[in-house]
């Protein structure tokens, strides 16, 4: 991932968690290295934003990254299972060049079809030029993937689709609004001013303003949308132990609704606040009332 914002929502078959209806303000650490993963040949390409990383314009070399294969599509819910997945190309040669990017060479984002279940892991290499992941799917519905690397020094996001069995009742997206739960008191507020976010934590009504560095940042922030989980992820504007705020850049697309995790760490745990915005017509995305801020 770059250090940069990245900016750019194009539509999934294009990468800093939760279950159940977002089990938005749940404590989880994505230090740890296990969990996710991504899915197999019909997976997509979409470019990460902000420093205008667009992956799917730049693709003519045949040894470019492309698409996730994964060896087992098929999960159940509740159980810890393995997932080996490789990234390959044109040609369908496995990648197995990977730089170190944000503290990880692989980061995976998990998230089920109707926008819960949201999960951000990181896969270990399996010696192969593959990689492995334990990954936890709570609830059955189908799930998409998202492969978020850097090769080469060209970074890419590369999504796949996986299902977990069972019945499948979507939940209908939450509608907007100004704060939401981090779990154990913690609650964040977004501002919005055009394209920039700033988020503010509080604890127990208290503000927070020793948040930690986490992957290197001060924060991660990704964005989904609802119609065809199209897939945004940027990073902070400010160093990563700086202010009280953490703010972003976030060009959203396409009219629509809209997703945002917003990942942060505090007293060495990693904890997101989920937001939902719509973005009208003309472009403007609304917040809690309705209307652009």
């Known amino acids: 991932m770059s250090a940069a914002a990245r900016v750019g929502m194009f539509a999934a078959g294009l990468a800093v968690l939760f279950a159940g209806a977002f089990a938005v303000g749940g404590a989880i650490d994505p230090d740890v290295d296990d969990g996710g993963a991504a899915h197999a040949d019909g997976g997509g390409e979409t470019a990460h934003g902000g420093d205008s990383h667009r992956s799917a314009a730049r693709k003519v070399d045949p040894s470019a990254p492309?698409?996730?294969?994964?060896?087992?599509?098929?999960?159940e819910p509740g159980a810890r299972e393995t997932l080996a997945f490789r990234i390959v190309d044109r040609d369908g040669r496995t990648v197995e060049d990977f730089d170190v990017e944000h503290e990880r060479a692989?980061?995976?984002?998990?998230?089920r079809r109707d926008?819960?279940?949201?999960?951000?892991v990181h896969p270990r290499p399996d010696g192969r030029?593959?990689?492995t992941v334990e990954i936890e799917f709570p609830e059955a519905g189908p799930h998409r993937i998202y492969a978020d690397f850097?090769?080469?020094g060209e970074p890419y996001t590369l999504s796949a689709d996986v299902d977990v069995s069972g019945d499948y009742a979507a939940r209908p997206l939450p509608g907007p609004a100004a704060t939401a739960a981090a779990g154990d008191g913690y609650e964040v507020a977004i501002a919005r001013q055009g394209d920039e976010r700033r988020f503010t934590v509080t604890k127990g009504g208290r503000a927070v303003d020793d948040i930690e560095p986490y992957l290197g940042a001060r924060g991660h922030l990704v964005a989904l949308a609802e119609r065809d989980l199209a897939f945004e992820h940027v990073h902070p504007k400010d160093r990563a132990t700086e202010g009280r705020e953490i703010s972003f850049d976030v060009?959203?697309?396409?009219?629509?609704?809209?997703?945002?995790?917003?990942q942060f760490k505090h007293d060495g745990e990693?904890?997101?606040?989920?937001?939902t915005e719509r973005v009208a017509a003309a472009g403007h995305a609304h917040g809690e009332d309705g209307h652009g801020h």
């Open 66 to 75: 492309t698409r996730v294969v994964v060896s087992d599509r098929d999960f």
């Open 106 to 111: 692989m980061h995976l984002i998990a998230v």
């Open 115 to 120: 926008l819960t279940g949201y999960q951000h």
């Open 129 to 131: 030029g593959g990689w």
């Open 150 to 152: 850097v090769t080469r």
């Open 251 to 262: 060009a959203l697309g396409n009219p629509g609704s809209y997703r945002l995790y917003l």
């Open 270 to 275: 990693v904890r997101t606040a989920a937001f």
